[in-house]
């Protein structure tokens, strides 16, 4: 997901030259709006669901008007300044580098703020699986693009939250703690809670590291939002994964908006049969209603999947709301290691997700 930034200086100059080192060095990871009127500028914060504002020391900012989900901070001349008027600064005229650091300082401070958690420091990538109805094979996607990121040597930790949680199925390990002991040492507030998840965690053949499922299923159901949140904060602060895969489900409201709000993708898998689409439209319209609530941006983080899909029974939707980034084809009569094999070499695919 890029994080959107919106840029007012009354010198278009400076705007022009900013633009374009950081469109040549961030294309990835900005998208930048550049203002000489305030009052566009603020209007733009809500239009354009911007994540961070910047403003010249020229203009004096309501801070009101700024979304509370926006971070913001004044470009000053002097690197000496530490704050103006009780808001963060940052100097105009220092290496492209360090600015596009302070940005991300801003953005991590604010995304700490909206979700009401530390944010993690490591740059972990959170990505969330949710297929829109059963059977369409979303933990499979899941489960390949682990195998996949960890091919590209990065450190993958896969959870699955399901209720019926099928981790066994795509991968195994050493050892005899399973889920359900995780759970008991988060809610026992145990204070060696990371030397718990590491003791417990396995690691699969090809490196993914995961936690077994819970000895009974209906174990997952007793994870409340604040467990959720001592064990992913717990995972952040004291490992190193490069990438967290989140396999779940939409039955819990409270969690799976927790999810969303750290996900730097949401993948939806769907089938491409009627039921199917109808349930993907459905799952958009949610999706809709909770930005609004949540006054977050969702559907910008959200890739759209086919997986199993026939052009004899299945249908593509022209859907404006999700970026679609592929499909697979059925396979027929292949077991799970086959699928997986087979779907790991959708390697632009993976990619895809990966951005």
């Known amino acids: 997901m890029k994080i959107k930034l919106a840029l007012l200086d009354s010198d278009k100059n400076y705007l022009s030259r900013i633009t374009t080192v950081f469109t040549n060095k961030y294309m990835d990871k900005l998208e930048i709006y550049g203002f000489s009127d305030m009052n566009n500028a603020i209007d733009s914060l809500e239009k354009e669901k911007i994540d961070v504002f910047l403003a010249s020391e020229a203009f004096e900012i309501d801070v009101q008007l700024v979304p509370q989900r926006c971070g913001f901070a004044y470009l000053v001349n002097n690197n000496e300044i530490e704050e103006l008027s009780g808001q963060k600064v940052i100097c105009k005229y220092q290496k492209a580098e360090l600015v596009y650091k302070q940005i991300l300082g801003i953005f991590a401070d604010i995304s700490a703020t909206v979700a009401g958690v530390k944010f993690n420091n490591n740059n972990t990538s959170i990505i969330a699986f949710y297929g829109c109805s059963g059977g369409v094979g979303s933990s499979s996607i899941a489960a390949a693009y682990a195998k996949s990121m960890v091919k590209k040597s990065k450190k993958v930790l896969y959870l699955n939250f399901e209720k019926f949680g099928s981790t066994e199925y795509f991968f195994s390990g050493e050892g005899n703690q399973t889920f359900s002991d995780v759970l008991y040492a988060i809610k026992s507030k145990k204070n060696n809670l990371s ?49 967290i895969v989140v396999d779940t489900d939409l039955t819990r409201k409270n969690i799976v908006e927790e999810i969303n709000s750290r996900a730097t993708s949401i993948v939806i898998t769907c089938d491409g049969s009627s039921i199917s689409n109808k349930k993907l439209m459905r799952m ?12 977050e941006r969702l559907l910008a983080k959200m890739k ?13 939707l022209d859907n404006p709301d999700i970026q679609f980034i592929g499909g697979v084809q059925r396979y027929e009569h292949a077991s799970v290691e086959q699928v997986l094999e087979q779907l790991e070499k959708k390697y632009e695919l993976m990619e895809q997700i990966n951005m």
């Open 284 to 295: 958009c319209e949610y999706f809709k209603i909770i930005e609004q609530q949540r006054d």
């Open 304 to 316: 759209l999947v086919y997986n199993k899909f026939s052009n004899k029974t299945g249908k593509i």
């Open 195 to 243: 030397l718990k998840l590491e003791s417990s965690v396995k690691t699969d053949l090809s490196g993914v590291y995961f936690f077994e499922s819970s000895e009974v299923a209906m174990d997952i159901e007793e994870m409340n939002l604040e467990d959720f949140q001592t064990m992913i904060n717990t995972v952040l602060s004291a490992f190193d994964y490069d990438i």
